[in-house]
Nanobody, 115 residues
Framework: QVQLVESGGGLGAPGDSLTLFCAAS????????MHWVRQGPGKELEWVAS????????YYTDSVKGRFTIFRDNAKNTLYLQMNNLKVDDTARYYC????????RGRGTQVTVSS
């Protein structure tokens, strides 16, 4: 059974950094692209970033380019999202997913950026 458990969210101020974690189990992690998606208050679900199985393929939505870094440790079956220079607009619940659409999202982790 596929399990994706996010952690690492919290409260930050504009300009702060946070790292999100996603512990994966129930499938061969290294064989799959992985994604982060988010949903802010009153907003649609938004794709944020993707990483290929070997970690070399990287894609980001424009609003986070240069600030967020997606990476993975296949030995630990863990996906990460390093978020730097946080903005108020980054406030959202963040989910790691196998499906870029986010239809398979789980509980997620809340990130709140406020001055």
């Amino acid at each position: 059974q596929v399990q994706l458990v996010e952690s690492g969210g919290g409260l930050g101020a504009p300009g702060d950094s946070l790292t999100l974690f996603c512990a994966a189990s129930g499938f061969t992690f290294a064989d799959h692209w992985m994604h982060w998606v988010r949903q802010g208050p009153g907003k649609e679900l938004e794709w944020v970033a993707s990483v290929s199985g070997n970690g070399h393929g990287l894609y980001y939505t424009d609003s986070v380019k240069g600030r967020f870094t997606i990476f993975r440790d296949n030995a630990k079956n863990t996906l990460y999202l390093q978020m730097n220079n946080l903005k108020v607009d980054d406030t959202a619940r963040y989910y790691c997913t196998l499906d870029k659409s986010g239809n398979d999202r789980g509980r997620g982790t809340q990130v709140t950026v406020s001055s």
